[in-house]
């Protein structure tokens, strides 16, 4: 019987059917079943050295690789998803290589095959996917099926832990987009602003809103700070803030991360009373050492800023074991400009593409999944 | 004679998923008769690295912890042994997971474990197979017509557990005693104990046994029955 040996990163499960239902959704009908699917990094053929191999995959030292499918592509008769990441799968391939004695001479794309009899159809989208283990596999055609048995693999270490999570309010936690929506409405009411496009107000959730009234209104530096007033005195004042939902999983995300000792700030731009008059009216300020927010004067409010603000009131220097949590490209771009870690919720205004074009370290489909990172 | 053992039981503060205190699982089990228990809780990456974490040592104390307990309080009115349902890589059980993979191992002893704990959960599956050989230990793919399962090749295996009694999952049992017939394995069958409704399954040997080395014996020799509950 004709038994080749390659050795390959597995993705952890969440990641494998994630892979998956994300084939299934580009148009393939015939997906490779999820716990088969792998990203080849060394092909050896037929060999009798697979007692080598083995010791060789055992071998390697080295952290969990978190990677973003980027794109697909046609190899023969295979249908794969590019996968790219920051040179760490190159570095684990040239880890296994010097251990094995191996020199491959094949230039390496990471990709994952998903499919071996339809095409796509569509696009995939582009999710993170974790890369867990290095595995050495035997692969063999019974009865016109191919199988793959692991032979020997190796756990890649989960990365360090988080002494210290900030989050984001608006969008991570709460869902306050209705609130803060029709508080803009109100303002350029008053204002005296009217026909525009409604879904135009979705690009006012995160950014300041100054900026955004002069950005997407195309208002003077007055005007601005008017309505700025204006939708002040709505969501403050007449109930706006309230018009909110917290997220399914956050408290019971924020009662885990708490009891682990993990010490929780929030960092948002938005005028630090009423974050806390919200985080109060929703029964979440229990969690929180502190709440980081924008001074009246919004001026002031910019994200990393605020980020610093929160590690300075806790206690903390920012580094790789401070981890940023938001929605908005504007924290991720402020957490990595204040020199922490950052973390990208998919639920919330901004998705996924926005993340990682800002270069966010994690993304997690929910809140629960956060917890996965400790 | 007749002796009752139980080959496939889980105790608290080793999983999330299994309920019963170790003082609970001694009542429950001197209640319903048996003469012998194996402790088999789950060990594999998740429950290492997640579920206890911290340093190597600490995790296999804790490990050991429900077994050890179980033993203390059976205080000889019951046999405990050790044994184990293992998953290697990433073919543990979770919602996530359509091609989960567990495998009971008996005959492994608890010195045993605490010196190759974390080389079997990096173990592929002809890896384990040949190491477990030499040891004298057997391997049973546990449940595996369960859902979001996958067989593993019964090259690498030792026999099948034919008869599960875990009443939350769909285990379809009738598959496991005709693939086991098909290809000659072993069989064992167990209560898959979590919650205290599940006992009442496990094998009938017509012997009494000392240790795990005699409890793979008896496997071995096929001479039992398969108990079901009525």
């Known amino acids: ?374 | 004679m007749e002796y009752k053992v139980e080959t496939h039981l889980h105790t608290a503060l080793n999983s999330s998923c299994a309920k019963v205190s170790p003082e609970d699982v001694v009542r429950i089990y001197w209640d319903n008769g048996y003469d012998a228990l194996t402790v088999t809780n789950h060990w594999n990456r998740k429950i290492a690295w997640k579920y206890f974490g911290g340093e190597r040592r600490e995790i296999i104390k804790k490990y050991l912890g429900g077994y050890e307990r179980v033993k203390e309080l059976a205080d000889g009115s019951m046999r405990v042994f050790f044994g184990m349902e293992l998953a290697l890589r990433e073919d543990y059980y979770s919602p996530f997971n359509f091609g989960a993979a567990e495998i009971l191992v008996y005959g492994i002893t608890p010195a045993q474990f605490k010196e190759y704990a974390f080389d079997l959960i990096e173990f592929g599956y002809p890896e384990l197979k040949e190491f477990s050989a030499k040891r004298g230990w057997l391997l049973f793919q546990a449940h595996p017509y369960r859902e979001r399962t996958r067989r593993i090749d019964v090259r690498y295996l030792d026999g099948l557990e034919t008869y599960n009694n875990n009443p939350r999952h769909s285990n379809r049992n009738f598959l496991a005693r005709a693939r086991r017939k098909k290809y000659d394995l072993l069989m064992v069958g167990g209560s898959d104990f979590h919650q205290p409704e599940d006992v009442g399954a496990g094998v009938m040997l017509d012997k009494e046994i000392g240790n795990e080395t005699e409890l793979a014996d008896a496997l071995r020799s096929r001479e039992l029955k398969i108990l079901k509950p009525r």
């Open chain 1, 1 to 374: 019987m004709l038994v080749r040996i390659f050795a390959a990163l597995e993705p952890d499960h969440k990641s494998r059917q994630a892979l998956y239902d994300l084939a299934l959704k580009a148009g393939i009908g015939r997906v490779i079943p999820a716990y088969d699917l792998h990203l080849t990094l060394s092909f050896f053929g037929e060999t009798d050295d697979a007692e080598r191999l083995k010791a060789a995959v055992r071998s390697v030292n080295g952290a969990e690789i978190r990677a973003w499918v980027g794109g697909r592509r046609t190899f023969g008769n295979a249908r794969a998803l590019i996968i790219e990441d920051g040179g760490a799968i190159a570095e684990i391939k040239r880890k296994f290589c010097l251990a094995a004695e191996f020199d491959d001479e094949r230039k390496l794309l990471p990709h994952i095959t998903v499919s071996r009899k339809d095409d796509f159809v569509s696009e995939p989208e582009q999710i993170q996917i974790r890369l867990c283990a290095l595995t050495l596999f035997a692969s063999e055609n019974i009865n016109g099926k191919r199988e793959y048995t692991p032979l020997s693999s190796t756990f890649l270490k989960p990365e360090r832990r988080f002494g210290c999570m900030l989050f984001d309010l608006d969008g991570t936690l709460t869902d306050s987009a209705p609130g803060i929506k029709r508080s803009l409405k109100y303002a350029l009411d008053k204002l005296g602003i009217y026909g525009y496009d409604p879904e135009i107000l979705n690009k006012f959730l995160g950014p300041p809103l100054v900026w955004s009234f002069k950005t997407y209104m195309g208002l003077d530096d007055d005007t601005a700070v008017r309505g700025l007033a204006e939708y002040r005195r709505n969501y403050n004042e007449m109930g706006g803030k309230y018009v909110a939902e917290v997220y399914p999983g956050v408290e019971k995300l924020l009662a885990a991360l708490k009891e682990k000792g993990i010490r929780l700030g929030v960092a948002t731009v938005k005028p630090e009373k009423t974050a806390c008059e919200v985080l109060e009216h929703f029964g979440l300020i229990k969690y929180f050492e502190c709440v980081s927010g924008g001074q009246p004067d919004e001026r002031k409010a910019d994200k990393k800023s605020v980020i610093e603000q929160a590690l300075k009131r806790i206690g903390k220097a920012a580094g790789e074991d401070v981890l940023m949590i938001g929605d908005r490209v504007y924290d991720i771009e402020g957490g990595i400009s204040a020199g922490v870690k950052t973390l990208g919720v998919g639920y919330g205004f901004g998705g996924y593409a926005e993340l990682r074009e800002a270069g966010a370290d994690y993304t997690a489909a929910s809140a629960t999944d956060i917890l996965d990172l400790i």
